[in-house]
C-alpha cells in the first residue's frame, strides 16, 4: 500500500505541473489586464493626460513585478519558482491589491467550508436511510412517491429555490423567519445577549444556504445508494445469509450496507474541491463573503495570482479526492487490493 500511495503522489505533482502550466496560459492569453483593471474608474473620473501618464508608468511597473511583460511560458516559470521555493503565492493584484493571496483566501475560506461541512454531513446522513428505504420497498407506493420528490428536487435550479426561499422566509414576507444575507448575525443584535441566543441568531443564518446546497445532493445520492442496495441485495452470498437464519436487520446492516457503499466513496472524490471552491449561486444569492464569491471576483478582474492559487488548491483537491476515494474502496470492499 507504500508504495502504491508513493506512486501515486509523484504521478500527482506531474498531474499538477501539467494542469497548472495548462491554466496560467490559457489565462494569460484571454482578454483583459489586472493592472489597467485597477485605473479604469480613476481614468473616467480624472481623465487629465498627467493622471495617465502616471497611471501608465504604475501600470508598467505592476506588469514587471508580476512577470505580466513576457512570454506566459517564462511568466509561469517565475510563479512555479516562487511557489516551489519560497511557498509564495503572490499577492492580489485587484481584488485586494497587495495583500498576500494566501491572507485573501483564509479570510474567505472558513465561511464556505463551515457551510459546505454541514451541508454534506446533512447529505450523507440522509441520503444513505432515504435510498435504503427506497430500495427495501422497491416498486411499492412509497417507493413511487420518494422517487417523484427526488426526482422533482433533482430537477430544481439551486438560483431559483434560493430566491423562493428570500421572498416567502425573510425580508416583508409573512413567514419572516431567517435573515436575508449574511453568514453571522448583526454584533448590536448579540450584544450582552446568552450563548444559546447567539448560537440561535448564527443558526439562522445558515438555514436557507445549507437548504440550497443540499437538496440536489440529497436527491441524487439517495438515487446511487438505491441502486446500490439493490444490486448487492441479488448476490448469492446476501441469499446465503437469510437461509442461515440471520435476521433481515443484520443482513442489511452488516452485509449489503458497507459493500453498497461503493458508488457513495466514489462521489466523495467530488466533495473535497467542492466543499473549498464553495458555490458561486449560493453564496451570491445570499450575500455570503466566502469562496465562490471571491472566485467571480477574481475571474471578472483577471487577478491572476489569486486566480492560480484557487484553481491549484481546487485542482490538488481533485486529485487528493480520487486517491482518498480509492484507499477507502479497499476498507468498505475488502475484496479489492491496492497492489
Partial sequence: MRTYVIKRLMFMVFTMI???????????????DPTRAQFVG????????????????????????????????????????????????????????????????????????????????????CAIPIGIYSALRRKRLDD??????????????????????????????KLSIFPVAGIRPDPYVVHGKGYWFVLW???????????????????????????????????????????????ERVVILKHVLRNSLIPMVTIFAGLLPGMIAGSIVVEYIYSIPGMGSLSI???????????????????ALSLLGILVSDLLYGVVDPRVSLE
Fill in 201 to 247: 441568531e448564527t443558526a439562522k443564518h445558515y438555514v436557507l444556504p445549507v437548504v440550497c446546497l443540499t437538496y440536489s445532493g440529497l436527491a441524487g445520492l439517495s438515487r446511487y445508494m438505491r441502486v446500490g442496495i439493490l444490486e448487492v441485495i441479488r448476490q448469492d452470498y446476501i441469499r446465503t445469509a437469510r437461509a442461515k437464519g440471520l435476521s
Fill in 42 to 125: 480613476a481614468s473616467e473620473s480624472a481623465g487629465t493626460l498627467q493622471q495617465d501618464r502616471k497611471e501608465t508608468d504604475i501600470e508598467q511597473v505592476l506588469r514587471t513585478k508580476y512577470h505580466l511583460d513576457k512570454n506566459p511560458l517564462v511568466g509561469y516559470g517565475y510563479w512555479l519558482r516562487d511557489l516551489v521555493t519560497r511557498f509564495d503565492w503572490g499577492n492580489s493584484i485587484v481584488v485586494d491589491p497587495g495583500t498576500p493571496v494566501m491572507r485573501v483566501i483564509a479570510d474567505r475560506l472558513p465561511v464556505t467550508l463551515k457551510l459546505n461541512i454541514v451541508a454534506v454531513t446533512l447529505v450523507y446522513a
Fill in 297 to 315: 471576483k477574481a475571474l471578472a478582474s483577471r487577478d491572476y495570482p489569486l486566480m492560480m492559487a484557487m484553481f491549484t488548491i481546487g485542482s
Fill in 144 to 173: 413511487r412517491i420518494v422517487t417523484l420528490l427526488l426526482f422533482i428536487l433533482y430537477s430544481l435550479p439551486a438560483f431559483w429555490v434560493g430566491l423562493l426561499l428570500l421572498m416567502f422566509f425573510t425580508g416583508d414576507a
Fill in 18 to 32: 501539467v494542469i497548472t502550466m495548462i491554466a496560467y496560459t490559457m489565462m494569460r492569453v484571454a482578454p483583459g
